[in-house]
């Protein structure tokens, strides 16, 4: 209670000094904080970061290694464990008490030293996709890492910025920020150097900026207030770490856990009482009940899966495939639609200036020259295109005289205009100069510029330069429109006046497609993973790109299209059409939400400041590293080169990682199972127990063992060709039908230590112990190769290496251990040598039997692992 009512006085406080930050104009704000709009001097910022720390916040800092071992004993499979340690101890079974602690700390270690090495890779993984921020320090402008902002710094803001901190405006020119990470409002909130609300809520502030929030267009700079923890967002992020939602794939193995435990729930009480009635003694019969639910428990569980999500980031990060979040692996294994931008992923992304061309379809300096002019000069977010039109004039020479003119104003891009202005001062007059989408071009120009004279832009002449223009568009060229206008004398433009304008040209700009896009797009489908095209672009030109990379390019959907369309209709649309173009963000998102409603597993592959809602919205969120900065932290997966092919192999990869937990899982339900179901059998008829506790619980121990090597192994091509995803009823069935074959060799085994070596009285119960033990341990540590393919085990496809060498090690000390002082004083005894020939023929037979089995199953279910 004290900690929640000082957490609670610390947020009132935060909130209490920004609102009087907010209310204070600017100038005496700035001096509050001790700085000037020259920045902050590196012996201040080293000070201040003594006193304020990083500016990260608790989500972002590493977890303690005290936190991780304490989560490594938080798993129900470890309290059930303790618990039956518990009992075993009261009934002074020290043996299996002593067994029961080992497989706890077992475990444990194991679990806690794979988060902490998860951990370290994640962290080492996330510092190559370091966000940065543009400051002022000692005067200089310059690129920091987001983690060494403090309170007091200038920082510069701009299109696709994130903010860093939670700052004070200090200048703004159509500065629009997106605050629905912190608000859930997705209008874009217009910011101001002065609060025009004087509200008493602290986002209806508009000359306040928070952190986590990200720049939708126009610029301005902010003075830092608060950092890290200290921020709004901070206090949401402790908030978080408590209540975190569960991914699909934490529910997965909830689930799944779930299911191994209601098994136990209902089996162990059942040989309990068999036991209990046959034998007439009730604490040996608690003893072996309590050593059946220890082989019914997997308690490697949570390492198994640290282990393979940990190894696979690494993996995947050899081949540029960063993870921020290692529940995503997972996600990409399940993954059956991939949404994808144009731009830099089915093309070079290395567009070029192909034309510049006046009304009339001639080539036009002056439209070049125009076009350089609005590029260079704009100081927000520059594109692709803007980089290809000031190499195209640099490679003329001719760029520095057009570089000349005063900048007086700019009016920076949105993606509901679509266009970008700057006004520059020419001689004695102003000129306003636009570039932007051809219809959104259209709707502000009123006349044009043909052969020298001005003429009124009528319907006749829109309709020839919409053909013209389609014509480049079939040609695979994106095209862009420039327009001018004289301006008078003022001191601020805005948006109002882009109209009236003068049509002067064209640009036409040519991105072809990859080689390697259309084997990656073939690959994806062979997979299981239909590709689909969410673009602002046109839909002639996606749909010339989409036809070179086999991408059905029949249909297609505008956005103009979809505000018309209800979610079900829209949703049918995404059944059939794999072409959505000309989408604003907001259409983006509401695709891939009802295709998410309809039952896929969706991934987005996006880098633009547009895509971030996309990306949040998606299942999988994939960018690249040289993406905007709202546009990587929206993203859970991070590719160091923007290719399908390497997206392709993050594909196989998390669908391997996923098949390497679910063979553990089915590996050890099902043998476990099995030898329960054997123990059922036994204990109706046999006059002693088939087992001791402690020959179950080593026995366990030892199978436990040889699977820590799974997360080396690899999954064949087969599973590998469509997605993946959790499915508790295929585990039921399967432990419930393939689990029962080993019982099948368990019983031959009683028949043959009962007739054969006459171990039929209580006083050979250790010789019949002693050979179900080697028997059971071999035929669950040899299912590790039976189960983990659905061919032919050692002959058409083999474990890898550390999966062999474990499985021998631990079937060799099978062999010896009842011919050691170890097995002897346990209770068990050596072996007769004529025992070891009909080992042989039972473990012949047992795999023979399994692999009918397998065949039989694959055949009628279309499935295995």
Same mark, same amino acid.
């Given at each position: 209670?004290?900690?929640?009512?000082?957490?609670?006085?610390?947020?009132?406080?935060?909130?209490?000094?920004?609102?009087?930050?907010?209310?204070? &104009?600017?100038?005496?704000?700035?001096?509050?904080?001790?700085?000037?709009?020259?920045?902050?001097?590196?012996?201040?910022?080293?000070?201040?970061?003594?006193?304020?720390?990083?500016?990260?916040?608790?989500?972002?800092?590493?977890?303690?290694?005290?936190?991780?071992?304490?989560?490594?004993?938080?798993?129900?499979?470890?309290?059930?464990?303790?618990?039956?340690?518990?009992?075993?101890?009261?009934? =002074?079974?020290?043996?299996?008490?002593?067994?029961?602690?080992?497989?706890?700390?077992?475990?444990?270690?194991?679990?806690?030293?794979?988060?902490?090495?998860?951990?370290?890779?994640?962290?080492?993984?996330?510092?190559?996709?370091?966000?940065?921020?543009?400051?002022?320090? @000692?005067?200089?402008?310059?690129?920091?890492?987001?983690?060494?902002?403090?309170?007091?710094?200038?920082?510069?803001?701009? *299109?696709?910025?994130?903010?860093?901190?939670?700052?004070?405006?200090?200048?703004?020119?159509?500065?629009?920020?997106?605050?629905?990470?912190?608000?859930?409002?997705?209008?874009?909130?217009e910011k101001f150097v002065e609060a025009t609300e004087k509200s008493f809520s602290i986002f209806e502030r508009d000359n306040l900026a928070f952190m986590g929030t990200d720049v939708i267009s126009g610029q301005g700079k902010a003075l830092i207030l608060k950092?890290?923890?200290?921020?709004?967002?901070?206090?949401?992020?402790?908030?978080?770490?408590?209540?975190?939602?569960?991914?699909?794939?934490?529910?997965?193995?909830?689930?799944?856990?779930?299911?191994?435990?209601?098994?136990?729930?209902?089996?162990?009480?059942?040989?309990?009482?068999?036991?209990?009635?046959?034998?007439?003694?009730?604490?040996?019969?608690?003893?072996?009940?309590?050593?059946?639910?220890?082989?019914?428990?997997?308690?490697?569980?949570?390492?198994?899966?640290?282990?393979?999500?940990?190894?696979?980031? !690494?993996?995947?990060?050899?081949?540029?495939?960063?993870?921020?979040?290692?529940?995503?692996?997972?996600?990409?294994?399940?993954?059956?639609?991939?949404?994808?931008?144009?731009?830099?992923?089915?093309?070079? @992304?290395? !567009?070029?200036?192909?034309?510049?061309?006046?009304?009339?379809?001639?080539?036009?300096?002056?439209?070049?020259?125009?076009?350089?002019? &609005?590029?260079?000069?704009?100081?927000?977010?520059?594109?692709?295109?803007?980089?290809?039109?000031?190499?195209?004039?640099?490679?003329?020479? @001719?760029?520095?005289?057009?570089?000349?003119?005063?900048?007086?104003?700019?009016?920076?891009?949105?993606?509901?205009?679509?266009?970008?202005?700057?006004?520059?001062?020419?001689?004695?007059?102003?000129?306003?100069?636009?570039?932007?989408?051809?219809?959104?071009?259209?709707?502000?120009?009123?006349?044009?510029?043909?052969?020298?004279?001005?003429?009124?832009?009528?319907?006749?002449?829109?309709?020839?330069?919409?053909?013209?223009?389609?014509?480049?568009?079939?040609?695979?060229?994106?095209?862009?429109?420039?327009?001018?206008?004289?301006?008078?004398?003022k001191e601020s433009f805005s948006v109002i006046d882009e109209q009236n304008m003068t049509l002067t040209g064209f640009l036409g700009f040519l991105d072809p497609a990859k080689p390697s896009a259309k084997p990656a797009i073939a690959s994806l489908h062979d997979?299981?993973?239909?590709?689909?095209?969410?673009?602002?672009?046109?839909?002639?030109?996606?749909?010339?790109?989409?036809?070179?990379?086999?991408?059905?390019?029949?249909?297609?959907?505008?956005?103009?299209?979809?505000?018309?369309?209800?979610?079900?209709?829209?949703?049918?649309?995404?059944?059939?059409?794999?072409?959505? =173009?000309?989408?604003?963000?907001?259409?983006?998102?509401?695709?891939?939400?009802?295709?998410?409603?309809?039952?896929?597993?969706?991934?987005?592959?996006?880098?633009?400041?547009?895509?971030?809602?996309?990306?949040?919205?998606?299942?999988?969120?994939?960018?690249?590293? *040289?993406?905007?900065?709202?546009?990587?932290?929206?993203?859970?997966?991070?590719?160091?080169?923007?290719?399908?092919?390497?997206?392709?192999?993050?594909?196989?990869?998390?669908?391997?990682?996923?098949? &390497?937990?679910?063979?553990?899982?089915?590996?050890?339900?099902?043998?476990?199972?099995?030898? !329960?179901?054997?123990?059922? !059998?036994?204990?109706?008829?046999?006059?002693?127990?088939?087992?001791?506790?402690?020959?179950?619980?080593?026995?366990?121990?030892?199978?436990?063992?040889?699977?820590?090597?799974?997360?080396?192994?690899?999954?064949?091509?087969?599973?590998?060709?469509?997605?993946?995803?959790?499915?508790?009823? &295929?585990?039921?069935?399967?432990?419930?039908?393939?689990?029962?074959?080993?019982?099948?060799?368990?019983?031959?085994?009683?028949?043959?230590?009962?007739?054969?070596?006459?171990?039929?009285?209580? =006083?050979?119960?250790?010789?019949?112990?002693?050979?179900?033990?080697?028997?059971?341990?071999?035929?669950?540590?040899?299912?590790?190769?039976?189960?983990?393919?659905?061919?032919?085990?050692?002959?058409?496809?083999?474990?890898?290496?550390?999966?062999?060498?474990?499985?021998?090690?631990?079937?060799?000390?099978?062999?010896?251990?009842?011919?050691?002082?170890?097995?002897?004083?346990?209770?068990?005894?050596?072996?007769?040598?004529?025992?070891?020939?009909?080992?042989? =023929?039972?473990?012949?037979?047992?795999?023979?039997?399994?692999?009918?089995?397998?065949?039989?199953?694959?055949?009628?279910?279309?499935?295995?692992?």
């Open positions: 209670m004290k900690k929640a009512l000082n957490k609670l006085r610390n947020e009132q406080e935060v909130n209490r000094t920004l609102l009087q930050d907010s209310t204070a &104009n600017k100038d005496a704000t700035i001096a509050k904080y001790k700085t000037t709009t020259q920045g902050l001097n590196e012996v201040e910022v080293t000070r201040r970061r003594t006193k304020f720390g990083p500016n990260i916040t608790a989500e972002q800092k590493p977890t303690p290694w005290y936190v991780n071992l304490a989560k490594a004993f938080h798993n129900p499979f470890i309290y059930i464990l303790a618990f039956l340690m518990i009992i075993s101890y009261v009934t =002074a079974d020290i043996e299996a008490t002593i067994i029961m602690a080992l497989m706890i700390l077992f475990s444990v270690i194991l679990s806690f030293t794979q988060s902490m090495r998860a951990q370290k890779a994640s962290l080492a993984l996330k510092n190559m996709i370091e966000n940065t921020t543009a400051i002022i320090r @000692d005067g200089m402008q310059r690129e920091i890492p987001i983690v060494d902002v403090v309170p007091g710094d200038i920082v510069f803001l701009s *299109t696709g910025d994130i903010i860093p901190a939670d700052a004070r405006i200090v200048e703004a020119k159509d500065l629009f920020i997106n605050q629905s990470p912190l608000t859930g409002e997705s209008i874009p909130v950092t890290g923890d200290h921020t709004i967002f901070g206090s949401l992020s402790q908030e978080a770490l408590a209540k975190r939602d569960e991914t699909s794939f934490d529910k997965g193995v909830k689930s799944i856990s779930k299911l191994l435990m209601y098994l136990m729930l209902v089996m162990v009480p059942i040989v309990f009482l068999i036991n209990g009635i046959m034998k007439g003694n009730w604490t040996e019969a608690l003893l072996f009940a309590v050593a059946v639910a220890v082989g019914l428990t997997p308690e490697m569980l949570p390492m198994i899966v640290n282990t393979n999500l940990a190894k696979g980031a !690494v993996r995947m990060a050899k081949k540029k495939v960063i993870i921020k979040e290692l529940s995503a692996i997972q996600n990409l294994g399940a993954m059956d639609v991939l949404c994808t931008d144009k731009t830099g992923t089915l093309t070079k @992304d290395k !567009v070029e200036l192909i034309e510049h061309i006046d009304t009339t379809g001639e080539t036009s300096d002056k439209v070049l020259a125009l076009a350089f002019q &609005n590029s260079h000069f704009q100081t927000g977010w520059k594109n692709i295109m803007d980089h290809a039109i000031i190499s195209h004039m640099e490679k003329t020479g @001719d760029s520095k005289r057009f570089t000349t003119p005063e900048k007086i104003d700019e009016i920076p891009f949105d993606f509901a205009r679509r266009r970008l202005s700057v006004i520059l001062r020419k001689k004695d007059s102003l000129q306003m100069i636009t570039k932007g989408a051809i219809t959104e071009m259209f709707d502000v120009c009123s006349t044009l510029e043909e052969n020298g004279a001005i003429i009124e832009l009528t319907d006749p002449i829109k309709k020839r330069l919409h053909t013209q223009c389609e014509e480049m568009n079939r040609n695979g060229m994106r095209v862009i429109a420039i327009a001018t206008k004289n301006k008078t004398e997979h299981g993973v239909t590709v689909k095209v969410l673009t602002g672009d046109n839909e002639i030109v996606a749909q010339t790109i989409c036809n070179q990379v086999g991408i059905p390019s029949e249909k297609f959907l505008l956005g103009s299209d979809i505000d018309f369309l209800y979610d079900d209709e829209l949703t049918e649309a995404t059944r059939t059409h794999h072409i959505f =173009a000309k989408l604003t963000p907001t259409q983006k998102s509401r695709i891939i939400h009802l295709i998410r409603n309809d039952g896929h597993t969706v991934g987005f592959m996006g880098d633009g400041i547009n895509d971030a809602p996309a990306l949040r919205k998606a299942d999988v969120g994939i960018s690249v590293d *040289t993406a905007a900065d709202i546009t990587k932290d929206a993203s859970s997966v991070i590719l160091l080169e923007k290719s399908l092919t390497i997206l392709n192999d993050a594909v196989t990869e998390g669908r391997n990682v996923f098949g &390497n937990i679910l063979k553990y899982m089915k590996m050890t339900a099902s043998s476990n199972f099995g030898n !329960v179901f054997s123990v059922l !059998v036994a204990s109706a008829f046999l006059p002693f127990l088939p087992m001791l506790s402690i020959h179950l619980l080593l026995q366990n121990l030892m199978y436990d063992v040889s699977q820590m090597t799974l997360p080396w192994d690899k999954m064949d091509e087969s599973f590998l060709k469509k997605p993946r995803k959790w499915d508790r009823k &295929n585990m039921l069935r399967f432990i419930l039908l393939i689990g029962p074959v080993s019982s099948i060799f368990d019983i031959l085994t009683f028949a043959l230590m009962w007739f054969v070596f006459s171990a039929n009285t209580i =006083a050979e119960q250790a010789l019949f112990q002693s050979g179900w033990f080697v028997v059971g341990l071999l035929t669950q540590t040899l299912v590790v190769h039976m189960i983990r393919t659905e061919k032919i085990p050692f002959i058409q496809s083999r474990a890898a290496a550390p999966v062999m060498i474990s499985t021998l090690i631990v079937m060799g000390l099978g062999i010896i251990i009842p011919f050691t002082s170890l097995g002897h004083n346990i209770g068990l005894v050596s072996l007769p040598l004529s025992y070891f020939p009909w080992l042989i =023929a039972i473990l012949v037979g047992y795999m023979i039997t399994v692999q009918i089995a397998k065949n039989l199953y694959i055949k009628k279910f279309h499935d295995w692992i």
